[in-house]
């Protein structure tokens, strides 16, 4: 058990608006927007894509799709007309993206990435890399944020069970502590969660948007835990997948 | 019970910061800051101040008392040099206010009061109003909006649970509904923690902040439920005691 004095911190902030208030004496933030960015991401790097692009603007992403790139968009759930696919996870396994450079824009977590990249080092969280992710973050044992996608700048269920299961699993470990209200509550609300997660997100109203654009294979996918060890990392503007060290 | 489609809503914002994404549409504004204004302004009109005049800043606050007026102010917890009180209950039960009126500032609270005055009807809330409060806002049934004065901006765990509270109650009744994941998560908080609101709160960061200033004693107060029936309402930038409306 390493002493209060010497623990780092981990905190959970909830929308990319509060992002400011928070970000100074961090190292490592974690972007999660589980419905579904940053499980798209995940999924997209685990299946050999090779690296992407965020971006946070859709103008963006059609420059480089004029530029001959593969780019990818979704605005309020919807795939972007003009592009093949959006955040679909499914979309990004497919075989032909393989080794691939691939440029996304999304409704919240691109943006929340954006917001992160003044950090030295980002990741990308999800509940499919959730063990991975810790397990890798209690190594680092910096002063670690969670930064939550949300949904337009208002905080969303399935973004702060996530953050709360990271800070749950990181605070469990006795080396981080929590000093703000937002990461104990996130910590209580994905207790309340973790025995039934898919009838918990039932309330949560993007799952309810996102049932009306019939994506529920999508949802399934998104809030299924571990079924990946990939973790994305950004490095110099690309998100590729973070290599895993060996054991001397 | 009350069609869907006829319900109210009901939503909780979690701090001043994220308002004005929220107060279209709401017709009351129940306003909260458990720890301590909104226990306070609750206190002090229960126990006999005829009004309250809430002011954002410290200038305000002394502007008016160099114009004779009895003013009362807190900062990050501790009375502000040159006022007599800040915003400890007990400090408002003093027999000798009874009948005047008292300006106050407060770090979050009064600041929450102004955003919400942009509403047609703001209202105060805390622990020890709880019930009558909800009772009047379900005979009320218009659009409610629950705001929180969080800390700093940041959100706080005993807002949080008392805007989950009324939330619930609201929700209970069957007249309101709620489209926000802030006002599920903040209901399901609230469940968490109220068999045990004492210890959960011992989680929060505002407590352990509160409890290093020696005011145990106000933190008890003002987490207990129910002790009053008193609701402040916001009349002319007065708050005054609302009139219990005799049944017909």
Not at 136 to 141: K, N, R
């Amino acid at each position: 058990m390493v002493p209060l004095s010497e623990r780092k911190l981990v905190e959970v902030c909830y929308t990319p608006g509060q992002y400011h208030l928070y970000k100074e004496n961090f190292d490592i933030v974690v972007v999660i927007d589980v419905l579904r960015a940053t499980s798209a991401i995940t999924s997209a790097l685990h299946h050999g894509v090779e690296k992407i692009i965020p971006v946070s603007s859709v103008e963006e992403a059609r420059a480089y799709q004029s530029q001959g790139y593969i780019a990818a968009a979704e605005r309020d759930g919807q795939v972007v007309e003009g592009f093949p696919f959006g955040n679909s996870p499914y979309a990004f396994m497919d075989p032909a993206l393989k080794g691939k450079t691939v440029v996304l824009t999304t409704t919240n977590g691109t943006k929340a990435i954006q917001y992160a990249s003044d950090r030295p080092t980002v990741v990308i969280g999800c509940l499919n890399n959730l063990d991975a992710l810790c397990k890798w973050l209690i190594e680092q044992h910096r002063n670690t944020l969670i930064l939550a996608s949300g949904w337009k700048d208002k905080v969303n269920l399935e973004d702060t069970i996530c953050g709360g299961a990271i800070a749950d699993i990181l605070l469990d470990s006795r080396k981080f502590r929590a000093d703000e209200d937002s990461t104990v509550a996130a910590k209580f609300i994905y207790r309340s969660a973790k025995e039934h997660l898919w009838s918990f997100l039932r309330s949560s109203s993007h799952r309810r948007r996102l049932v009306k654009l019939n994506i529920q294979k999508d949802v399934k996918y998104c809030l299924t835990l571990n079924t990946v060890d990939t973790i994305p990392i950004l490095e110099n503007g690309y998100l590729v997948k973070l290599q895993p060290v060996e054991a001397e």
